[in-house]
T-cell receptor
Framework: AQKVTQAQTEISVVEKEDVTLDCVYE???????LFWYKQPPSGELVFLIR??????QNEISGRYSWNFQKSTSSFNFTITASQVVDSAVYFC?????????????FGTGTRLKVLA | GAVVSQHPSWVICKSGTSVKIECRSL??????MFWYRQFPKQSLMLMAT?????????EQGVEKDKFLINHASLTLSTLTVTSAHPEDSSFYIC????????????FGPGTRLTVL
């Protein structure tokens, strides 16, 4: 079965704190893709990153960084020096083959509140 | 590039009426489009997958006679909610995928449906 678990339902931090959002996935496929999206109150999904199963390199983009570990089936997302504008719901998604089509399986999301 | 639009962005209708939502890929040809539904404070749930020129494939529990999907061209898919009821009120999001997109889906901004 394919599954994505985001165990943290809601996290509150004070501005400038670092925060890590956890994502654990399950799949039997050897080829798959992992994504993180941000969903602000407007509702539109904002793409943050894509990773394929063969690329375990960690990535840093400004204040954002991602740690992909196949050994633990995790793809965690860290925001350094959080800002109020980071407040949103963050979704981790797994793209894996289902009946011949790559479909997304979304986690339940983590609501991040950054307090001034 | 990779822009997906949805129309309308929000709609209010009376119970029993039908509502059509359009999803367009503006700058690429979408071989596959997906329709999701998101209830408040919940994750995105895949409703159906549609390929241009063929019938949509619905996820388990989604009524295909109630949610009619047409993917008539490589840039347009429509979702029609027939005989809408208040429980159909939700945020509907479409996405589009092309064969060269590394399995990344490009999401529309969503349509908020309220059924009175």
């Amino acid at each position: 079965a394919q599954k994505v678990t985001q165990a943290q339902t809601e996290i509150s931090v004070v501005e400038k704190e670092d925060v890590t959002l956890d994502c654990v996935y399950e799949t039997r496929d050897t080829t798959y893709y992992l994504f993180w999206y941000k969903q602000p109150p407007s509702g539109e999904l904002v793409f943050l990153i894509r990773r394929n199963s063969f690329d375990e390199q960690n990535e840093i983009s400004g204040r954002y960084s991602w740690n992909f570990q196949k050994s633990t089936s995790s793809f965690n997302f860290t925001i350094t020096a959080s800002q109020v504008v980071d407040s949103a719901v963050y979704f981790c998604a797994l793209s894996a083959r289902d009946s011949g089509t790559y479909k997304y399986i979304f986690g339940t999301g983590t609501r991040l509140k950054v307090l001034a | 590039g990779a822009v997906v639009s949805q129309h309308p962005s929000w709609v209010i209708c009376k119970s029993g009426t039908s509502v059509k939502i359009e999803c367009r890929s503006l700058d690429f040809q979408a071989t596959t489009m997906f329709w999701y539904r998101q209830f408040p404070k919940q994750s995105l749930m895949l409703m159906a997958t549609s390929n241009e020129g063929s019938k949509a494939t619905y996820e388990q529990g989604v009524e295909k006679d109630k949610f009619l999907i047409n993917h008539a061209s490589l840039t347009l898919s429509t979702l029609t909610v027939t005989s809408a009821h208040p429980e159909d009120s939700s945020f509907y999001i479409c996405s589009a995928y092309s064969s060269g997109s590394y399995n990344e889906q490009f999401f529309g901004p969503g349509t908020r449906l309220t059924v009175l």
